[in-house]
């Protein structure tokens, strides 16, 4: 960087400047945010399998092998993640006519897999543990060969599919960073139950606060790529709630009951946003990420408030249909039945008992 003199109007280099001619200098880059961002993500992602593993502390071995065994429940959530999503991505890419660029993030964000975030949200949302964390383990291992495919499908009318990095390494990463430490915390649910109820109570609030950390962090390190198009900020807004909404609706559709609609809601709606994150920033130039580099930052955000509010309500109508029918089973004549039958117990009356 170059600097006057105003006194004697000589130009000269700042100190730390690499190359000067006298005329033009080269001073390093600024790596700081580059340095935080991998210390940080270092520190989240140990943190995050510290959290798997409490959330593996409530999975029950037996009910999770009968998912694998009896995969109803993954495979609507296999076709929430990978039919549903990318496709609403599309249609929403299309009503807004957004910028190439900006469609190919919209999509990238509906092909990912789902993420660790929706396991965490489904214990404190009262939802199956077992299904939730088989679902995110399913869709991370079909990630590598889906994502590709609804890739090449969806994107060819905005970008040349081969332009796209599929970060293998990561969505390995992302992989054995759940399996690993669900695996332990299965384990010592089974060996020590007791135990495993400490563990968890302490990972869940750790889980919500990481949740929390990793959204503000993220705001903080790419604070200059706020600005970006009211379109990309609606679709942010819009498309987690249509996940939410689709996935509970097609599992309810087929039949699942109202805890396992709410867990596929979870898993369809929240995206492993990290992942597309790491996609964007290996397919993009630098002048097309401030397009929509802050795009998966939204959608995490957004994704987190419609999960509390539409999936939140704990309410179940199914139990509360069978309270009812329960309740108006039970006739007058049944009610004095029962009377009679305490006043029997206490030696008031020594009639037969009526047939009910």
């Known amino acids: 960087m170059m600097t006057a003199n105003s006194t004697t109007n000589i130009s000269y280099c700042s100190a730390n400047a690499t190359i000067c001619d006298g005329t033009s200098c080269v001073t390093p880059d600024d790596n700081f945010n580059q340095v935080l961002n991998v210390v940080l993500s270092t520190v989240l992602t140990i943190l995050l399998a510290l959290v798997m593993f409490s959330m593996g502390c409530n999975v029950n071995i037996k009910k999770f092998w009968g998912h694998i065994k009896r995969p109803w429940g993954i495979f609507v959530g296999f076709l929430c993640q990978f039919g549903i999503m990318p496709l609403t991505g599309f249609v929403l890419s ?23 975030s929706s396991n965490i949200l489904a214990y404190w949302l ?5 299904l939730s964390i088989s679902m995110t383990t399913c869709s991370t291992l079909l990630a590598l060969g889906m994502m590709p495919l609804c890739l090449f499908i969806y994107t060819k009318m905005w970008t040349d599919t081969d332009s796209i990095v599929i970060p293998y390494d990561s969505i390995g990463i992302s992989l054995v960073a759940l399996v690993i430490p669900v695996s332990f915390g299965i384990f010592v649910n089974h060996k020590w139950p007791q135990k495993a109820k400490i563990i968890l109570k302490a990972g869940s609030i750790t889980g919500l606060a990481l949740i929390l950390i990793i959204a503000v962090v993220g705001g903080i390190l790419y604070k200059g790529s706020w600005i970006i198009s009211p379109q990309l900020w609606i679709i942010g807004t819009i498309f987690p709630a249509a996940g939410y909404s689709l996935g509970f609706l097609l599992a309810r559709i087929a039949g699942q009951s109202w805890h396992r609609c709410r867990t596929v809601a979870l898993e369809t709606g929240m995206q492993n946003t990290q992942l597309c994150t790491t996609i964007v920033q290996l397919s993009f130039t630098p002048e097309q990420l401030t397009l929509m580099f802050t795009f998966p930052l939204i959608y995490s955000i957004f994704q987190i408030v419609f999960a509390l509010v539409f999936v939140g309500d704990t309410s179940n109508p199914d139990i509360m249909k069978d309270s009812h029918k329960a309740a108006s089973s039970i006739t007058p004549h049944k009610l004095w039945c029962r009377g009679h039958e305490h006043s029997m117990q206490h030696g008031r009356d020594s009639r037969p008992r009526c047939s009910l």
């Open 94 to 116: 299309l009503i807004f006519n957004v910028l190439p660029a900006q469609a190919v993030a919209v999509l990238i964000m509906g092909c990912c897999p789902g993420g660790t």
């Open 126 to 130: 009262d939802g199956d543990m077992d």
